[in-house]
């Protein structure tokens, strides 16, 4: 079943016209999604007391479990009081459940479900999807395709260990 979904994906893909993600210096967009339990989850990029991460995974993919800890590790350096953390659950098959998984795997993101929508908006097509986004609501990083997870972590703590992500750090 996951092969057809992928398939079907990869399709959808070719077919459809290519997605604007916001670039370097661009404002984030803003959303609000399912959180466990049915409960809202907001990102509201234009009052942000401390910088996020917004990841777009899923349980499924390879890629996004060996970039998770990575991801882990640089929120518990820099503090959850010193950065949010976004997982933005995208093409879930149904097979695991994204909140167990992120238990499981001992990961203290904020969890938002059946994140299509948002991911569209972020013109994400793929997994994972990893922008970072300043106190002043603009993306200030962003993964590049087939970055090794170690380099991502380097980068992120890097960035973050600077000075503040803020309107008046630009």
Known sequence: MRNFLLLLLLLAITAAPALASPTIGESAPGFVGKGVGDRSVRFDPTSRE??????????????????????????????????????????????????????ARGQTFTLVLEGEGIAADYGVIGTPGLFLVGRNGKVQWFRANGADPAIVERELLQRLKQAPLDPAAR
């Open 50 to 103: 401390r910088p996020a991460l917004v990841l777009f995974w899923a349980t499924w993919c390879p890629y996004c479990k060996a970039l998770m800890p990575h991801l882990q590790t640089v929120l518990d350096t820099v503090g959850s009081d010193r950065l949010d953390v976004y997982a933005v659950a995208i093409f879930e098959d149904g097979e695991l459940d994204p909140a167990a998984e992120l238990k």
